[in-house]
């Protein structure tokens, strides 16, 4: 697997070769220790025992409510947030409740897509409602959201009420996305552009947010904030197909997920759509394949063995749904970097914003 | 049946007994007649399903999609917001977003909680998560929160974003309360203090909003919003303490529930918490009962007949819990018309204030 893996680094490499990755796990760190501890006091402001329901989803303690030096994710977002305060010839820290804010948000469309979605695992770890039950990931999540407005409307300023208003929208279009995504399980067929719209609203939209929400509450202008939303969207449909790429042939070292982890869910994601719209004997061969996969019980399903599985992931290869997927990695990443030209900033932050696009094409994980 | 709640209905009968019955009715019928309009545009907005399902929610349509004229519940809250407006000298249309956006939250709760407590019936039909699934009834709600941000901050002015941060509030106020009735059903005795915190957080911060959020829309100051709030907030507490009569001795034919509904439910509401602090031997016989009741199962409970039921609540009257809800209500009402003695409005505004919160304590259903 861990072959595979590599193979698929080289495939989505961008037009930027050497990725700055040092600069970006700075990037990232930068964006953890500013924003983390504002998180935390949120988090704190809940009533017991959300306060607790939420510091076991976040990683901060374990199920039996132990401190764990949990997995907070990639914290991409916040890393936006911050960059894109310094957009506006701001100091980082003025992007803070923004990446707060934003995370917030996230974490509560992880809360209620868990349990929608019946997913038992999320993090190496139990989901909320597997561990608290349903009501309280739907409570907390809730909770995180309304937080969320809270962490930014109490700045007062006119600023955050524009920020506020922009994140509402990302949320909005997150929900737009998770009902599309719903949808599309009970279909047989969902074209390539159905499923680029629901990545845009499921992963685009907040990351837009995430890169635009710094400098909203830096005082840009809508121009400047609409430019660095587009950046963000584009970056987040990269990540997006990147994801879906690592979902079928990533290693599950690297992604602590199972191998062929989007085939066991049955996802229609972007590689698995691409290669069922590429036509050719190959598209047909897994066309016929999953039609009659979805027939089957999810105790069936569950008793295929690898090989089962690797054929069908043959099968999207060789209709091209990989090689497609990995090109729309790379022309959604062109797209984003091109979006910053519109925008005046300094050359270092310039540089920053570029590097994290190619970090987000060319990790493993 | 009817006797009984012609009887609560004297019992809770105000300081102003005759209430202007057809002036409220025409208040509410202005509320409903402006700001279901707007809601109905705004629900619009959702992609499909969720326009479908929410239009379910509000009783628009039936479970088949065909038009239904439904019973969209008494509308205190926009009847409220739009008199909010008046009472900062502007015309009732200012506060329409208000009342909109507090209709929205009201409703993403009543969704979220209908699949937290098991509901299955919301007035007289199915609740959404019987009709549409649980994931529905999650996704909707989510929805119209983040729909009731959209429609005060889209109004892009200061005053909407004050009107966002109070909302925002009183949302998390009535997560708080759903966690706290949760955790109180897991427990044996829960004091009248914790009651009505809950009932507080529950009801009383959302028309509180109500009640503020027109003003705030409207230009009053801070010191105006928040003695609104301080009468919608006691307002609401009278409200509840009344719907916790109307739900063990309402007239079914007019409250739409089942007689003796709150105890069929093992509801810990507040003629029942104020009957076991009471002492003395009725609230020592009602607590043996209830503690020997907590042990059964849904389906022995269910068996229970009209007489066992009726033994609880005479056991409750006898232990002083309903005259002390009564008398709770009253105290409630008072303190919700003495607020307003603390704000400058018109004469006319004032008593229709005064005659919402009359309504409120002498209504029936």
């Known amino acids: 697997m861990s072959t595979t893996a590599q193979n698929q680094g080289e495939t989505v490499t961008p037009a930027t070769p050497a990725a700055d990755t040092a600069g970006v796990i700075a990037l990232l760190e930068r964006g953890r220790t500013l924003a983390t501890p504002v998180l935390r006091a949120a988090v704190d402001r809940l009533a017991s025992p959300m306060d607790t329901v939420a510091a076991y989803h976040f990683g901060w303690i374990d199920a039996q409510g132990r401190p764990a030096a949990g997995d907070g994710g990639k914290a991409v977002r916040p890393a936006l947030a911050l960059l894109s305060a310094e957009v506006a010839g701001q100091a980082p820290e ?3 409740p923004g990446a707060v804010a934003v995370e ?14 019946g997913d038992e695992q999320r993090r190496h770890r139990d989901t909320v409602w597997k561990v608290h039950g349903p009501a309280q990931a739907i409570l907390v999540g809730d909770a995180l959201f309304a937080l969320a407005g809270e962490i930014l409307l109490e700045l ?10 922009r994140l509402t929208s990302a949320t909005r279009k997150l ?11 009970h279909r047989e067929r969902v074209t390539v552009a159905e499923c680029l719209e629901m990545e845009g609203n499921k992963t685009g939209a907040l990351l837009a947010c995430a890169a635009s ?6 005082g840009a202008d809508d121009r400047t904030a609409d430019t660095l939303e587009r950046y963000g969207y584009h970056l987040g449909l990269a990540f997006q197909a990147v994801d879906d790429l690592l979902g079928i042939w990533g290693d599950p070292d690297a992604t602590g997920k199972q191998t062929w982890s989007d085939l066991r869910q049955r996802k229609k994601s972007l590689p698995v ?5 590429a036509g050719g004997e190959a598209s047909e061969r897994l066309a016929r394949l999953l039609a009659a996969d979805a027939k089957k019980t999810e105790a069936e399903f569950a008793d295929f063995d690898e090989e089962e599985f690797a054929a069908r992931a043959a099968l999207i290869e060789q209709a091209g749904g990989r090689d497609w997927t990995s090109q729309e990695a790379r022309r959604q990443h062109a797209t984003a970097v091109a979006a910053l030209d519109q925008v005046e900033m300094e050359d270092r932050v310039r540089a920053q914003l570029v590097a994290l696009a190619d970090f987000v094409v060319v990790r493993e994980r």
Chains 1, 2 share one sequence.
């Open 213 to 218: 929400i710094g400098a909203v509450l830096g």
């Open 104 to 117: 917030l948000v996230h974490n509560f469309s992880l809360l209620h897509d868990d349990l929608m979605d």
């Open 94 to 96: 003025v992007g803070v």
């Open 273 to 277: 759509v691409a290669a069922l719209d």
């Open 175 to 185: 929900i737009d996305g998770q009902a599309q995504d719903i949808s599309y399980e």
């Open 156 to 165: 007062g300023t006119v600023e955050a009420g524009r920020a506020t208003r």
